[in-house]
């Protein structure tokens, strides 16, 4: 019982972390080499992936997806180590709207031109993004923010990231002492009444089995 209860929590543990790192931002450095706008098909496995679409427009199961492609530098360590090689990388450009996730994006269009006179230069872009890339059911990081930096050693610090973890950190802690004096206060107590009223049941019953058991002897 004791595998199982830490085979379950391994689990939901892992989904949570998958979940986060899907959701919370994440840093490319890459160059902008062209921009495009496919004709997409949404099937029962890859719906959940993708954004709603432009805000105020109709959101049917095919419609038109902007895609961004662009050279990425390669990393380590969640971006932190940088590496001497590069690869092909594939964004979407879609707007999130007021829903999830809560970025509040509506300029996909506006990001799209940013894009495309990118494309004509040979500048290195921090590409903010969220998401997956995948070949197999056809998934791809949305484009949240793009800016100019200087070149692709320039090291990008996730300061919400740390943030969102510190709070996360910080509130669980208060949500387990928060717990431990409810159950210290409330449940505790309880429990303890309940088990003295079993004692003295208990005791109860034993002496009447004793006095039943005296009369009995006399007999």
């Known amino acids: 019982m004791a595998r199982v209860k830490f085979v379950l929590r391994l ?7 998958l979940f986060l790192h899907y959701v919370l931002p ?10 495009e706008v496919i004709r997409t098909d949404f099937s029962s496995i890859n719906r959940i992936f993708f954004a709603q ?8 199961d095919v419609r038109d997806l902007r895609l961004i492609n662009a050279q990425k530098q390669n990393t380590f360590l969640l971006g932190f ?5 590069s690869s092909v990388m594939v964004y979407r450009n879609e707007d999130t709207g007021w829903i999830w996730p809560p970025y509040f994006k509506f300029n996909s269009a506006d990001l ?24 197999w059911i056809s ?3 949305n484009v949240v923010k793009m800016r100019v930096v200087d070149g692709p050693d320039v090291r990008i610090i996730p300061w919400f990231n740390i943030g969102f973890f510190i709070f996360l950190l910080v509130a669980m802690l208060f949500i387990r002492a928060m717990w431990r004096q ?11 009444s309940a088990t003295h009223r079993i004692d003295r049941t208990q005791a109860n019953l ?4 004793g006095r039943w058991a005296r009369w009995f002897g006399r007999k």
């Open 11 to 17: 689990l939901v543990l892992g989904f949570f972390a």
């Open 26 to 35: 994440q840093h490319d450095i890459v160059k902008v080499t062209s921009t």
């Open 53 to 60: 679409a432009d805000s105020g427009a109709a959101n049917p």
């Open 81 to 85: 180590v940088r590496r001497d090689s």
């Open 112 to 135: 799209q031109a940013v894009a495309a006179n990118l494309a004509r230069g040979d500048d290195w872009v921090v590409v903010t993004r969220y998401g997956w890339r995948n070949r």
């Open 139 to 141: 998934i791809y990081p």
């Open 182 to 192: 409810f159950w210290e206060r409330a449940v505790d107590p309880l429990v303890d």
């Open 206 to 209: 034993a002496e009447r089995r």
